[in-house]
């Protein structure tokens, strides 16, 4: 083992015999997918007041990911999505299939014994999650970086003494891949290091770290994660839909702003889905409480103390978060920030009272020069 | 031959080293197929090659879902099975990959042209045995949460001595959450694409696979094409001249999806008209397979659960 970490060590370092990493930014600044004047979106938290004005739910929606929830019938089921004994069958496969997409436990062991430094995991991740507000991908997305980022550790520890550079080619990798499997619109490889990277590399450079990263994790990129069932959930717990498009919106925001704390990598996806939406569940006014012990019903597979357990660290982590920046208050919703979010942000947003919709956005990304951009979701021939 | 570990610390020969190239079979959007023999074995494979160049994006995006996808998937009989994936250099030394596929000596589109040329029907046992074994297939990607979106004869290959029937090409697929968000339109051969698709439905599910089958199954029966438009709004119009036009009374939210116009007004027609030779039982399949409305449309696996399989041998299937 000391040995292939050896010749790993070697291989990552002759990532850099003929490009070094570069302390200059690209020459050609990034383009955002909206207008110079306007703030990306926020990763934001969000919790509802005593009544949802006119049952119109929309204002609940995240920014990253309000496509595609309120736009059809509130019911669980629209027309143009699958049938319920097809969901079961692929909540079914997806909790079959978790367990091969998470880090040993031995990973969570080596952060509580400080031989991997959770600290630097954490900049790693908020870091990711900047990009992702930056440009608007999907929140599954971020989940995936993340996820690869911490199989890949968990397998390969990186050299150390390195002021860091590894681990940041490391994330940048990570993102890259995840972007390319979840999204239409992939921002090229210089520009997607944004938001405060130290270092800027080269593509040549990101790709070779990519193959890397793909040796390591056996090309197994099509991970489960906890969106993968929040849908199934969150219909469950609201079979009538009446607060479907908030609990996935609200338990979306949940997932993503726990993600840097390392803690829950001692959960599996489906755990962590369910720990989100009733936490969100519970947020709801003049709803009564909902227990962890009802999620054990929704499936197969889901065990109570766990989710007790995985619930629990999600409430210590909101009373951390609140007793360290207070909540600021707009009217109708109240907006926690959470760590990820980029602090100069905030002011253009809180004057604004809405992150840009994503009907808006799409538009807008449209409008990218395309040689920033792959497009890969094109049809083929016959 | 099980897929190497390409992480740190392992010696692996190259794909030069390790295969010999016999012949050019295909091209595809990143690089060409080759028949290839293993040389330590002297099994013969399928080559893909995919092309990374040098200065732009890294790995391509259909060549990541196709092949991590295909790790999940390729356990199973009806998926065609990804066995290795080399890095290799081209002659230039521009880094090369190379997909190692167990080889197939055919597809279901050179297999339906070959009864078209001679004149011959395809046997209905032979119909019943490739189509379900299509559906079991396609029930075990859907049951993992993988879309194919580009099920066509061309991508289904077979092994013509056991007629094995395996999926293959998932350079389009999609993982999904349940229930599916939105994803391009943009997506599977014109034939084979689904109303929903080609009336700018975002929100679409399974049930796009599944109208594909039901092109599939018919053009088994006819050796024709069942819907063979050469352009979003005749492939449109030749499926309301058989099916009849829709409204919002057959597919409720059908008036509503971002590309309906008026269209003329079709009533619908019998599918034996269009398909026939295949019996009551198989137009049944095929007509739940083609609803109109995804949500009611036949899954995957309730179709293998419909009578017109009853008196198929599934032993070995």
Redesign the interface.
Known sequence: MKEATCIFHQQLHSLFLHSSPQLTLPAKPPRKPWPENESPPIAMSVSCSNCFPDDDHSFLLCGEDSSGIMDSSPECSSDLDSSPPSEAESIAGFMEDERNFVPGFEYLNRFQSRSLDASAREESVAWILKVQAYYAFQPVTAYLSVNYLDRFLNSRPLPPKTNGWPLQLLSVACLSLAAKMEESLVPSLLDLQVEGAKYVFEPKTIRRMELLVLGVLDWRLRSVTPFSFLDFFACKLDSTGTFTGFLISRATQIILSNIQEASFLAYWPSCIAAAAILHAANEIPNWSLVRPEHAESWCEGLRKEKIIGCYQLMQELVIDNNQRKPPKVLPQLRVTISRPIMRSSVSSFLASSSSPSSSSLSCRRRKLNNSLWVDDDKGNSQ | ME?E?????VAVLSAKEAFEKLEKVGEG?YGKVYRAREKATGKIVALKKTR?H?????????T??E???L??LSRDPHVVRLMD?K?GQNKEGK?VLYLVFEYMDTDLKKFIRSFRQTGQSIPPQTIKSLMYQLCKGIAFC?????LHR?L?P?NLLMDRKTMMLKIADL??AR??????????H??????YRAP?VLLG???????VDIWSVGCIFAELVTKQALFAGDSELQQLLHIFRLLGTPNEEV???VSKLKDWHEYPQWNPKSLSTAVPGLDELGLDLLSQMLEY????RI?A??AMEHAYFNDLDKGHL
């Open positions: 897929m570990k390409t992480g740190a610390g959007t990374l040098e200065d732009q994006e890294g790995v391509p995006p259909t990541l879902r092949v991590s996808i790790r999940m994936v890095q880094t859907h049951g993992h949460g993988i580009d066509k061309h350079g389009l993982a999904f959450t349940v229930p599916i968000k939105k994803y391009t943009e997506i599977l051969t014109l034939w929903e439905a975002t929100h679409y599910s399974m049930a597919w409720p939210g409305e995804p949500s009611k899954s696996k309730k």
